[in-house]
T-cell receptor, first 113, second 113 residues
Framework: GDSVTQMEGPVTLSEEAFLTINCTYT??????LFWYVQYPGEGLQLLLK?????DKGSNKGFEATYRKETTSFHLEKGSVQVSDSAVYFC????????????FGIGTKLQVIP | DTAVSQTPKYLVTQMGNDKSIKCEQN?????MYWYKQDSKKFLKIMFS?????LIINETVPNRFSPKSPDKAHLNLHINSLELGDSAVYFC????WGSGNTIYFGEGSWLTVV
């Protein structure tokens, strides 16, 4: 079945450091890929998405590129801020008779001043 | 206006009770979901409805029964609550189709004591 493998956290970085959160997937067909963010005590918000190979999703300084050859969708940001502290979920959406989103385990990011 | 709203946000109840969580979306979507997030932040799909029809029913105890009176509503009823049901339950909605974003509600924090 479909699966998403995401690096386990927590990840602790200093402000302005470079962020990478790795995400790889296994899926049949051609899934769409997403990154969601969950701030403390809140629901999930879409951060960015990519729907086909080589697409780059970007938002709020975060980027991720859909790499079909390596089945990856790594999240990057050049300079993190304290306000980026949250849990980040990589997810894939397949449409094979029914629509289903599969999430990774979530990576907690803590940015310290 | 909140796109996906669920009530109550917090619910503390005793073992053995029956409770319901309500969800409404005003996005005009045709597909709605219930997800469960455990204490380790792991997200797992429970149910998915498309145009009021049950599409996905993962391995969930039959004490959990979803009800979709119309496309804009998907309620979750839980009978005979157990301690292990304590979790955050997220409602979500989307349009059917590859690449469409799933929008989440803010979550309902259920604590069974």
């Amino acid at each position: 079945g479909d699966s998403v493998t995401q690096m386990e956290g927590p990840v602790t970085l200093s402000e302005e450091a470079f962020l990478t959160i790795n995400c790889t997937y296994t899926a049949t067909g051609y899934p769409s890929l997403f990154w969601y963010v969950q701030y403390p005590g809140e629901g999930l918000q879409l951060l960015l998405k990519a729907t086909k190979a080589d697409d780059k999703g970007s938002n709020k300084g975060f980027e991720a590129t859909y790499r079909k050859e390596t089945t990856s969708f790594h999240l990057e940001k050049g300079s993190v801020q304290v306000s980026d502290s949250a849990v980040y979920f990589c997810a894939l959406l397949t449409l094979d008779g029914y629509q289903k989103v599969t999430f990774g385990i979530g990576t907690k990011l803590q940015v310290i001043p | 206006d909140t796109a996906v709203s669920q009530t109550p946000k917090y619910l503390v109840t005793q073992m053995g009770n029956d409770k319901s969580i309500k969800c409404e979306q005003n996005l005009g979507h045709d597909t709605m979901y219930w997800y469960k997030q455990d204490s380790k932040k792991f997200l797992k799909i429970m149910f998915s409805y498309n145009n009021k029809e049950l599409i996905i029913n993962e391995t969930v105890p039959n004490r959990f029964s979803p009800k979709s009176p119309d496309k804009a509503h998907l309620n979750l009823h839980i009978n005979s609550l157990e301690l292990g049901d304590s979790a955050v339950y997220f409602c979500a909605s989307s349009d059917w189709g590859s690449g469409n974003t799933i929008y989440f509600g803010e979550g309902s924090w259920l604590t069974v004591v």
